[in-house]
T-cell receptor, first 116, second 113 residues
Framework: NAGVMQNPRHLVRRRGQEARLRCSPM?????VYWYRQLPEEGLKFMVY????????ESGMPKERFSAEFPKEGPSILRIQQVVRGDSAAYFC??????????????FGQGTRLTVV | QKEVEQNSGPLSVPEGAIASLNCTYS??????FFWYRQYSGKSPELIMS????GDKEDGRFTAQLNKASQYVSLLIRDSQPSDSATYLC?????????????FGKGTKLSVIP
């Protein structure tokens, strides 16, 4: 079974460009979570999605960031007009059920975004 | 704001010793607790989950949960240099926060050969 797949693994963008990060959940998982980890910092929740629905985006910055999980294809985290402070590791996790049902979440390898 | 607290370390133990990692959480309604291991530059890897009070053992790892004290711990027996990593405690929230898996900042463990 393939695990959670994220691509690209490394992404370099100039200030003002757009970054698109992709995440395909584990087979059989329909719940996707995006986290951001700044250097020497903990993992911070950004957004929780199910197919075609954003369930909780309380951790997402109000501007420039958006996420989707279409009926077909991977989940996408989109960052518009990137700034240096967006440089971080972005991790995607997936689970077979929602978090209130004693469920385990598994992480992808992450995308390391560097803004120059 | 639901919080998960861990000692940041670093925690250094000699090879073969027991490493003890601790975590407290603020959301009294939380029911699901996890330990992840993260090597430098890598992604978090799930190593233990625990849902009931008491101990849960898996190989050299034992997770302990005390919901009354809002406390979770991880014991690593016969520590090996390959156990050197940052250990993250994670808690599913309850109620409206149940969509969020909240992480502590992690405890950095160093096993000295």
């Amino acid at each position: 079974n393939a695990g959670v797949m994220q691509n690209p693994r490394h992404l370099v963008r100039r200030r003002g460009q757009e970054a698109r990060l992709r995440c395909s959940p584990m087979k059989g998982h329909s719940h996707v979570y995006w986290y951001r980890q700044l250097p020497e910092e903990g993992l911070k929740f950004m957004v929780y999605l199910q197919k075609e629905n954003i369930i909780d985006e309380s951790g997402m910055p109000k501007e420039r960031f958006s996420a989707e999980f279409p009926k077909e294809g991977p989940s996408i985290l989109r960052i518009q007009q990137v700034v240096r402070g967006d440089s971080a590791a972005y991790f995607c996790a997936s689970s077979p059920r929602g978090g209130d049902l004693n469920t385990e979440a598994f992480f992808g390898q992450g995308t390391r975004l560097t803004v120059v | 704001q639901k919080e998960v607290e861990q000692n940041s370390g670093p925690l250094s133990v000699p090879e073969g010793a027991i490493a003890s990692l601790n975590c407290t959480y603020s959301d009294r309604g939380s029911q699901s607790f996890f330990w992840y291991r993260q090597y430098s530059g890598k992604s978090p890897e799930l190593i233990m989950s625990i849902y009931s009070n008491g101990d849960k053992e898996d190989g050299r790892f034992t997770a302990q949960l005390n919901k009354a004290s809002q406390y979770v711990s991880l014991l690593i027996r016969d520590s090996q240099p390959s156990d050197s990593a940052t250990y993250l405690c994670a808690v599913w929230g309850s109620g409206a926060g149940s969509y969020q898996l909240t992480f502590g900042k992690g405890t950095k463990l160093s096993v000295i050969p």
